[in-house]
Every structure is written in structure tokens, then in C-alpha cells.
């Protein structure tokens, strides 16, 4: 069974904490993202890799910074959290250029910032 | 640029009551088409796909037609159960990146 996984399910961290989201695919996809996900305003792109040590900002890419050093791994940073950060974040994974195939999510961190 | 507007929620069914979600796109080349799903606490699922023009996908009893003349991709249920309750998504994508719409949140109450 093909698998996005995101290492935590759940988070609270303090403000101006650093924090590290991590995700790893078993797909051997190209492309990985981050989202974030509100009520009212549904996913927002914070960040794309297309390949290892890539990266593409999305359409929020303010507060985060990522890192892609393997391929199957894709890390979202928090440099200085803040309580507007208190967030569900979803990673998805995808083949490059690939029409005909969906986009695979973990289960997705639900981020508190305190 | 590539869009995906659907309808807005919530909304609140019945049971065995017909369900339609609309969803339009805009896009500049010829994407394929998704709907996912959220149940509470979870990622996103996929639930449905068509790839081209006046392709149907199907799955679970939901359909969605790609209607390319009047770039949509609506998704129906003719008989909504209690555990459908969840949040829908339509999205589309070029081959790399994916839009998504903003979600549909159905209840269905017994």
C-alpha cells in the first residue's frame, strides 16, 4: 500500500519555537508539497519540490522554509512559530508530470502554537 | 491562472437523500479532474477521477462527469448515507501542480 506518512499527528509548540514538520513518501515521487489547511479557505500551497534539494514557494510561503535533501523526504520549517502558524498542515506527494495520477496526503499535523 | 471553484457549505442531507456538488474549473491547458475526500482528523482520500473530456469517474456510489463545454466536474450521489459526512474537494491538476477548491462540508443526519 503506497504511503504519504507525516511524522506527527498532533503538536503544541510555543511561540518562537522552531519547528520541523516531517514527511516521507515510499512512492519514489518527484514532486512534494505542503499545504495548509483553515477553515473557510481550504488548502493553500506553502511550498514544492519537484526534485531533491529543489524547491518552489507556493502562495504562503512567509514564516516557512523546507528542505528537500532526499528524495523520499520533504521537511517543513517553522523558523519562529507564531500563534497565526496554528494550523492542519498536509503533505502530499505526486509523480512529475503525470496527468493521469492523483496526489497522495499523509494524515496531515494539526499544529498548535502557544 | 488554473483554478477550481466549488460550491459553497455546509451542507445538510438527509439520509438516502440525492447529493450534488458543483465544481468549475478554469484552466489553460486540458487538466484532469478529482474530487477527494476528508473525514474528520484525516488527510485527504481520493474518491474519484477523469482524466479527459466526457470521461466519467466513479466510485462508492458517487459520480462526477468531465464536462469540458461548460468546464465542470459536478459530483452527484443519488442516495447519501450517514457515513458520508465528511469534506469534499474538487481538484484538478496539469501534470504537476494541483488546485484545489476550497471544500464542501456535507452532513448527512439519520
Known amino acids: 500500500d503506497v504511503k504519504v506518512t507525516q511524522s506527527s499527528r498532533y503538536l503544541v509548540k510555543r511561540t518562537g519555537e522552531k519547528v520541523f514538520l516531517e514527511c516521507v513518501q515510499d512512492?519514489?515521487?518527484?514532486?512534494m508539497f505542503w499545504y495548509r489547511q483553515d477553515p473557510g479557505l481550504g488548502l493553500r500551497l506553502i511550498y514544492f519540490?519537484?526534485?531533491?534539494?529543489?524547491?518552489e514557494k507556493g502562495d504562503i510561503p512567509e514564516g516557512y522554509s523546507v528542505s528537500r535533501e532526499k528524495k523520499e523526504r520533504f521537511s517543513l520549517i517553522l523558523e519562529s512559530a507564531s500563534t497565526n502558524q496554528t494550523s492542519m498542515y498536509l503533505c502530499?506527494?505526486?509523480?512529475?508530470?503525470?496527468?493521469?495520477?492523483?496526489?497522495?496526503f499523509g494524515q496531515g499535523t494539526r499544529l498548535t502554537v502557544v | 491562472g488554473d483554478s477550481v471553484t466549488q460550491m459553497e457549505g455546509p451542507v445538510t442531507l438527509s439520509e438516502e437523500a440525492f447529493l450534488t456538488i458543483n465544481c468549475t474549473y478554469t484552466?489553460?491547458?486540458?487538466?484532469?479532474l478529482f474530487w477527494y475526500v476528508q473525514y474528520p482528523g484525516e488527510g485527504l482520500q481520493l474518491l474519484l477521477k477523469a482524466t479527459k473530456a466526457d470521461d466519467k469517474g466513479s466510485n462508492k456510489g458517487f459520480e462526477a462527469t468531465y464536462r469540458k463545454e461548460t468546464t465542470s466536474f459536478h459530483l452527484e450521489k443519488g442516495s447519501v448515507q450517514v457515513s458520508d459526512s465528511a469534506v469534499y474537494f474538487c481538484a484538478q491538476t496539469n501534470g504537476n501542480q494541483f488546485y484545489f477548491g476550497t471544500g464542501t462540508s456535507l452532513t448527512v443526519i439519520p
Open positions: 502530499a506527494s505526486s509523480p512529475r508530470g503525470q496527468m493521469n495520477t492523483e496526489a497522495f
Open positions: 519540490s519537484y526534485d531533491v534539494k529543489m524547491k
Open positions: 484552466a489553460t491547458g486540458y487538466p484532469s
Open positions: 512512492m519514489d515521487h518527484e514532486n
